[in-house]
């Protein structure tokens, strides 16, 4: 069964999350103040959330409110990165 959550995860962590569930999570930048962290948010294979969860690398996890949600409770905004 699929369980959604938004989970984020600190730009020290991010390359140790994604060896962990993929490449193609964390790939969406946020920004608090100075700081830079990752999200992803969706559907997760439960054994995908289940590895987030007990690996420790996640700084926030949510699984009851929309993404918008989780980003204002965290004062975070998506990163704009210019290529």
Known sequence: MNKYATI???STNKQNAQSLLGEG???IPLKKG???Y???????????YNVMVDSGLA????TEDKFSTCLAEQKMTKAIIEE
């Open 25 to 27: 999570f964390f790939d």
């Open 8 to 10: 984020i995860v600190t």
């Open 38 to 48: 990752w999200v992803s948010s969706g559907y997760f294979l439960t054994e995908e």
């Open 59 to 62: 700084f926030y996890i949510n």
């Open 34 to 36: 100075l700081r830079k």
